[in-house]
């Protein structure tokens, strides 16, 4: 299935592991032009060496996304090195460096870079005549999970946030969804962790996958990158759940 990205401007925020990565590899492969940043300056070299191995330009910089100020300045910086952008993924989370407990951190990273982010770029996507917006959710926002911390009510913000966010820029041909992945498992993430500091809750989190495994980032940055796409041209203000069936609620 051709998902008509070749040629199209990406921006993803903290893309140099785990799902970013895997969806920066699926990006680049389809013929993408690719700008990313991460915090970790070794990690974002080898990402711009394996994916400029594509062909297509890649824009790959370390950056702390807590100086939002400075965050902004990089996504006009990106957006015009790259030509324009037709799509914004913003993927830089307090989970990443383990803050999920702390509503600061969370808030401005997850929801403030979020906002920015859309705002910033809302120019470029309009211009673009096909621009898309994918917001990373997770299932810790639509149903409890473990403890009530800072990482689940913010994630369940921008779900209400992207819901409404596509009502409004759809006049402009911008459109706005989400995913929600659940648990998933790759090396140096938070449940390898987990694994070795808390192996009852990675054994009892394991047990309640209806599909009796871990997912992958590459199982996640699939649906993230086909709702980019002009293949999901039709597709505005839902929120894709990708978990294994770990969760139990019924959607509606």
């Known amino acids: 299935m051709d ?22 590899e699926i990006f680049a492969a389809e013929g993408c032009d690719i700008a990313f940043f991460s915090r970790n300056q070794e990690q974002v070299d080898e990402t711009v060496k ?59 990273v997850d929801v403030k870079g979020t906002v920015i982010g859309c705002e910033t770029l809302e120019p470029y996507l ?3 005549g096909a621009g898309a917006i994918v917001f990373m959710s997770s299932t810790a926002g639509v149903e409890t999970f473990i403890v009530p911390q800072a990482f689940n009510a913010l994630k369940g913000t921008l779900l209400v946030y992207a819901k409404q966010l596509g009502q409004a820029l759809g006049p402009k041909g911008i459109r706005v969804n989400a995913v929600s992945p659940g648990p998933i498992a790759f090396p140096g993430g938070n449940w390898e962790a987990i694994k070795g500091a808390a192996p009852e809750l990675y054994d009892a989190t394991e047990a309640q996958f209806a599909l009796g495994r871990w997912g992958g980032p590459d199982e996640v940055a699939k649906t993230i990158v086909f709702l980019a796409s002009p293949a999901s041209s039709y597709t505005t203000g839902t929120n894709v759940v990708i978990d294994g069936g770990y969760t139990k609620r019924v959607q509606f």
């Open 50 to 108: 394996a994916l400029s191995a594509q062909g297509g330009k890649v824009i790959g910089e370390a950056l702390d996304i807590s100086d939002l100020d400075a965050y902004a300045a990089w996504l006009k910086s990106a957006a015009d090195r790259l030509g324009g952008c037709d799509i914004f993924v913003p993927g830089a989370s307090s989970s990443g460096s383990g803050a999920t407990g702390d509503w600061d951190i969370c808030f401005n």
């Open 3 to 24: 998902l008509g990205l070749k040629g199209k401007k990406v921006i993803l925020t903290g893309g140099s592991r785990g799902i970013g990565r895997a969806a920066l």
């Open 126 to 128: 309009e211009k673009s």
